[in-house]
Every structure is written in C-alpha cells, then in structure tokens.
C-alpha cells in the first residue's frame, strides 16, 4: 500500500463518489470543548464510505475480469458499496450475506442489481461459499478492508479531508475514525500521512469490540471475544487486518473506545445539531469527541461520520433515550 | 426587488452561508418516475435556508442601525436564522416568541444569544409588542418574508440552483420550493429569471394551508381559513406577502398541494434514501415530487428541503407510519 495506489483510486472516483462536505456545529462545539469537524459519509452514496472501496476494486479490476464479475461476503454497508459500484460499471456482482441479515438490506442489495446468495450461520461457512463460487464462476473476490484497492479508495476520503483541513486553516487534528478491520482508518492514514501529517488519525471502536485498540497497545493483532451483540454491527470485525493493522500501528494514535449509550447519543445530537442520520457504528468518532475530550490532544477533533444505514426502530430509541 | 439585489446578498453572504449540495437517490428516482435533484438546507446553519435571509438583513443594516440592534417575530426557523446572523455580526437581537412555543426553540434562540421576549397568544398582539419595542428601543424589524433584504437572502439559494443544474447538465426542470410567506420561493423565482430561464418554481404547501397556490389561481391575495393545527408548522402563514406575491404570480407555475401524511412519508424516505433529517414543512416539496409525478412537467424536477428542525416525537411518528 502506498500513497500513489490513493491517488489513482481518486481519479478513478472522480465524478462517481460524492465529495462530502466539513460540517460544524457551535452546539457540539461546547459541548467538545473544542472545534469538532464533521465529514458525514453517510451522504456518500448507498449510505457510507464502503461506495468508495467499491467503486476503487471494481474500477480498478482489468477487462477480463470485468466481464467475470465481482464476488462479496456482507451483510450491510460493503455489500451495497460494491453491489451499487458493479451495477454502474455493467458488471455481474453476487453477494454472500446470511441468510438472518435484515430484509431491507437484502432488497436493497437486489435492487442494486446484485445477485444475493444467502447461507445459514449456524451449519455453513461463509469464506468456504466464497471461495466455490470465486472458483466455479471465475469471480474476483472484493474483501471488505483486507485489500489493496478498497484501502485506496477508502484513502480518497483521507485526501478530501486534507484539502479541506486546509481551507479551514486547520494545523493540528486528531482524526477520529469510525473503525471495524480497519480499512477506512489506514486508507485515510495513508493520505493524511502524505498530504497533511499534522493531521494523525485515531481508531474509535466499541466497548467490547475493541480489537484495534488493544492491538495498537500490544504491538500484535488481537481477537474480539464475540462477533455479535452490538447495535453497532457495521464496525464488529473479528481482528484488525494483515494489511491493515501494520499501516495504523506505524500511523495512528491510541485507539479510543466509547460505550453503546454514547454512540446513541452522538446518534441524537447529530440528528438535532447537524440534520444527519448515523447508524450506531457510524457515530462513535463522533461520541468519542463529544464524551472523551480527555483523550484527545490536539486543538481541532475531525470526525468521520461513517454510515447512516440504520433502521428506524434502532434510531428511534437513540432519540427516546437522549432527546433530540 | 431584483436580481442585482441578490446578487449583492451572495457576495455578503460569501464565506458565512454554506453552499448545499444537489443530491440523488436511485430509488428517489424510481418512485417519482423522473430523475429527483435534492436541495438540502436543513444542512444550513441553525437547520434551516431562513439562516441566508437572516444574514442578508443583518449584514445589510448600516452602522447605525447595527449599532441599536434587531428585531423579529418567530417561534421557529426565522429566530433562528436572525439570532445566529446577529450574533456573528456582534448584533443585538430581540426576538419575539409565543409563550407556548416549544422549551427547545426557546432555549436554541437563547444559546444564540437573542433576547427572547414572549406574549400571550390569547390576550396579547404580536405585531403590537414588535411595534412598541422597536419604536422605543430603535430596534429594526426583520420580517420572516416580506421584506426585500431577506428575500434577497432567500434568493441566493436559486442562484446555487441554477449553477448546480447547469453542471449537471439539467436543462429544463420544475424547482419545487416548501412555500410559507413566498420569501423563499420568490427569492428562487428571480434567481432563476436571471440565470436559469428554463428552470421553474414552484410553490408546495400543505392541505387546508394552501392560500399560495389559491393565489396563484385567483390571481388576488387568499387568506387560510386558519392558522394552526398542522404538524408542517413551519410554513403556515396567514397569507401570500405583499412583496412576494406579485413576483410569484409573473414567474412562478401553477401551485402544487400535499397532505400531511405524505410530508410524513417523504421524511421517512429522506431518512432511509439520504440520511437527511427534514421537517414536515420542509418535506412538503419532495413530497410533491414523489406523490403527484403527474403534477410535474419538466423531465427532472429539483426540490428545496428547506428545513430540518423537528421535534423527535414527530420524526418518530413519521418513520412508524411509513417504515424507514
């Protein structure tokens, strides 16, 4: 992985991928205690910054595998990023998903073109479904953070957010982002790495499922003890990646690590201060500035609003619990 | 009014004002049967587009009457928006506000550094108390729409528009405008006059509110019959403004009416499609686009979401009664 794999990525996403804007609020400002920076991928098309990796694999595959098509395992965000990126390209893209993931996010997936195949948690192996298919059918297999082309075009979310730092006159950040195997954190790594190094990202994950951080302390890759119980199912990945973990062990900071309740309560601001809908997984960079400002040490805090896939139930009882 | 009037309020608001994207949902597409163009100012400041107009008139006080202060009668988007523009022209600010208004407008008004002055809605006249503070404490009002400053700040919204359409190449479109007072559609209509002749306003409004588009019809000034009792508070007003009228009545089409249920519907599908939070009134636009396609003319249709400032039962309520 290198800044230049980043680079290219950008001018393949070039006029496909929504440049998302920097939001402020003076509201969160006090309650940060410091200027908080908003980059809301949940306004990136299909709902997160998982479109951009999409749309960098398939863009980035040659003619003949192009014409064999893409393969995935997802149950959420990945799935829609690259099924929604296949679908433009004209290019054949199956989807792995379980067969007990939520309705809406199987349709969702179908309507973007994409051939769905489901398979059964408890009796079924998922890498060995993909794995046949990729096989039997010639399908390039995207895996969703542990390859080159998706960390690159997570990064381009990395490269707008130097250009933007800068026209903000922005010098010293800590970047908080939203974090599962870590793709989206060493790609913005990487760009920040080259463009504004002042800028340093840190990893914030969930209670619990704090794998990256405990591996970024360790200096080794460490396992979550369980895979599921969490409202914030985007960001649950068993352990940082093989290609992941090396690029933020060198670049970020310590990792940070919020509860349930504050993700929904970042949830709950942002819907009253900002007019933005977060997922659960998507809000923890966000509750980590507003309700760890201890741990933060620079000046400015630039948060990554990563998804906004959430159903209506789940961010219902975000605004019944912290108001709105 | 006229369009160099606008054109001074852009470069007054140059730097303060956020410039909103255009946004698109497939699946946005799909129900209205036309390519969908979403104009989110529930993204601007203080959640709403009032925030261009409260600039406009602020920053275009002279010193002397910047230096006695402002006043305006709201108990919603247009405090907002005057209180904020006052504040960060070190302004003082008095704002108007019935005692039954919600605790959280109140206080938001407050946190902004307005002084809030209530009434009773019963015993009390409003433009009375505006008159006499004004009158003795040389204090200017800020009229929510008839008022040349602020619809000139409205305004800079359709030259946005018509920018943003002329990059994506739309060459004929309807631009469906969430109409009150008509400040924000008229502002539009002149914008786009000037320099977008084939893109056309027009007003949206609620059932039994629908005095703009009765106007428009009869070709006089309608009153509505009443005055609340619509959860699309925002844009509930008495009667088209004097200044507004004619202007949308030489350039705007035939007005567009919706339900309240279909303002609640098109806020749950602002949820799940782009992650936007709208207000009832502010939703009455995409509303239009999506539940009346045989209403609409021009091959794409682009449509203001003027506000997002909801309280969270009403958002909830929306998302229950038509999913997410």
């Known amino acids: ?26 509201f969160l400002d006090e309650i940060a205690g410091r200027r908080v920076w908003i980059k809301p991928e949940c306004l990136q098309h299909t709902g997160s910054f998982k479109f951009r990796g999409g749309w960098s694999a398939v863009s980035g595959l040659n003619a003949e595998a192009r014409a064999r098509g893409v393969i995935a395992f997802s149950s959420g965000n990945h799935a829609q990023g690259v099924a929604l990126a296949a679908l433009r390209h004209g290019v054949r893209a199956v989807i792995v998903m379980p067969s007990d993931a939520p309705q809406m996010k199987i349709d969702n997936t179908r309507a973007m073109g994409a051939e769905v195949v489901t398979f059964d948690r408890a009796t079924e192996d998922r890498d060995a479904i993909c794995a046949r298919l990729s096989a039997d059918q010639g399908l390039t297999l995207i895996r969703p953070y542990d390859e080159p082309l998706v960390i690159a075009g997570q990064g381009t979310c990395g490269l707008e957010i130097a250009e933007q730092a800068a026209a903000e006159c922005i010098t010293r950040a800590d970047v908080l982002v939203c974090c599962g195997g870590g793709g989206f954190a060493s790609g913005i790594a990487l760009a920040l790495q080259a463009d504004a190094p002042n800028l340093r990202v840190r990893t914030v994950e969930p209670e619990e499922f704090d794998d990256m951080a405990r591996s970024l302390v360790s200096g080794r890759i460490e396992r979550n003890s369980r895979l599921s119980g969490s409202l914030c199912d985007a960001i649950i990945t068993p352990q940082p990646g093989a290609i992941t973990f090396p690029i933020l062990s060198q670049l970020a900071g310590p990792g940070l690590v919020v509860t349930e309740d504050e993700a929904l309560h970042a949830m709950a601001l942002a819907f009253s201060r900002l007019k933005l809908v977060a997922e659960p997984g998507g809000a923890v960079a966000l509750a980590a500035a507003l309700f760890h400002p201890g741990e933060i040490q620079a000046e400015d805090v630039i948060v990554t609003m990563s998804g906004g896939n959430v159903d209506a139930a789940v961010f219902c009882l975000a605004l019944e619990k912290f108001g709105g």
Do not use: Q, W, Y
């Open 1 to 26: 992985m290198n800044i230049e794999m980043i680079r290219a990525a950008r001018t393949r996403l070039e006029g496909h991928v929504r440049r998302t804007p920097l939001l402020r609020s003076a």
